[in-house]
C-alpha cells in the first residue's frame, strides 16, 4: 500500500498552476494572483484631511483663538488658497491640505461667525492629516502570488492605478460516470440498478471550490463510447474525474481504456475509506491533462476528492493554499478502530464552545455507502493506526466548510 502523504505528494506533482494571463480588474476578481503587486506610487498621492473642519497653523492654534476665514477646499479641489499667519480655510474630508497650515481641526469643535472661525483649545500639529504615503509607500508589496483576487484586493489594485492584473485562470474540470448499472437521478430504477449520485456530488464539489466544470455524462459500457467520452473531454477540459473501476480487483472498461490512452498509476492507499485511487496524465497536443480516478462508492469518491484531487486543482489554479484548514478537536465520544495499518477519516459535525475549543461527535453510520452521515458532517476526524480515541482525547480534523 501507498502512504497518504506518498499518494497525495504523487498527485500533486503531477499538476501543475495554469498559464498565468492577463485580466481586467472585474474579470480577475475570483481569480488568483500569479504576481507580485507592487505599489508603484504613495497612497495617498498628497496629504489630505481626514474630516470635515478648518485648516489651520498649529502655531496660531495654541489656545483659544480667533482666525480669518480665507477659503473653502473641496475633496478633488486643485485650488489651494495659502493659509497665512491668523487664518483658516474651510476643508473637506480627503481635500488636499493646502499651504500653510499643518493641522486641522473637526468641524463639531469649531464656532464660526461669519468669516470668523472661534477655536477654544489647542490644535497640535498634524492633527487629522492624512500624510502622503500613510497608508502605502512606493515599493511596499500588497499582494503575493497564490492568493485569491478579493474584491478588497481589486480595491488595492485600483487604488495603486492597476486597471489589469496577471491572474491564473480556473481550472475546466469535466466529471465522467460509467456504468451500465447506473441511472440519472429523477429516472425510476430498475432491477439492479443504482442512481449516479457520485458525478452530480463532485460537480457540487467542483463548482463550490469556484472550478469550471464540464457534464462529460453517464456513459455506457462500451470501449469506443468510453475512450470517445474521456477524449472528447480532454479537448475541452483541463483536468478530468471519474469515479469507479479503481479497485484492485475492478475490470471495467474505464480502467482499460485509462490504461491505453494515459500514462496512469493505479494505487492502494493506506487509508480507509478511499482506499483506492487512480491518477496519471494524458499528453495532448503539447498539454498534460490531469486524470482523477476515484472510487466508487460515494463516500470514498467524496473524501478522496477532497484529500488528492481538490488539492490538486487548487494547485493548477494557482491557490497557495492548496489544502483545507485542519483543526484540533477534542471528541465528545469515543471513536474505536481496529489496528490494520491505515489512517481512518471518520465523518464528524464540529462545533465550537463558548471557549472557542472545537468539539466533534461523528455525523452518523461510517460505511463507505453510508451517504446520509457525509451530508451531515462537516468534518474528517482522522483516526491514525491504532485503537481509536476516548471521549475527551484530541485529534485533527480536515474542516469541510
Known sequence: MVSLDDARE????????????????????????????????????????AMDGFAVRSD????????????TIAAGSNALPEVGPG???????GAPVPPGADAVEMVELCEVTGEVLTLSQPVPLGKSIRE?????AIGDMLAEPGV???????????TIGRDRLMVYPKPVVGVLSTGDELVEPGVDLGPGQIRDSNRAALLA????????????????????????????????????????????GDFDFVKEVLSRIAEMRW????IRPAKPLAFGVIDSGGRSIPVFGLPGNPVSSLVSFELFARPALMKMAGRADQQRRM??????????????????????????DAELVFHAVSSGGQGSHHMASMARANGLLRLDDGEGLEVGDSAAVMLLS
Open 87 to 93: 487664518e483658516a480655510v474651510r476643508i473637506m474630508t
Open 267 to 270: 494505487m492502494q492507499v493506506a
Open 10 to 49: 504523487y498527485v500533486l506533482h503531477g499538476c501543475e498552476p495554469l498559464g498565468s494571463v492577463e485580466r481586467t480588474l472585474a474579470e480577475a476578481s475570483g481569480l488568483v494572483l500569479a504576481e507580485q503587486l507592487i505599489a508603484a506610487e504613495l497612497v495617498p498621492p498628497f496629504a489630505n484631511s
Open 327 to 352: 483543526v484540533r478537536a477534542v471528541v465528545d465520544q469515543d471513536f474505536r478502530r481496529k489496528p490494520d495499518g491505515k489512517i481512518h477519516f471518520s465523518r464528524v459535525q464540529i462545533r465550537q
Open 205 to 248: 464539489c467542483l463548482r463550490a471550490d469556484g472550478f469550471e466544470t464540464v457534464d462529460l455524462g453517464l456513459i455506457a459500457d462500451d470501449r469506443e463510447a468510453i475512450e470517445t467520452a474521456i477524449l472528447h473531454g480532454v479537448q475541452r477540459c483541463d483536468a478530468l474525474i471519474t469515479s469507479g473501476g479503481v479497485s484492485m
Open 148 to 158: 485569491v483576487v478579493t474584491p478588497a484586493l481589486v480595491g488595492l489594485a485600483a
Open 132 to 136: 502622503a504615503g500613510d497608508d502605502i
Open 60 to 71: 496660531d492654534a495654541r489656545g483659544p483663538v480667533q482666525l480669518r476665514i480665507v477659503g
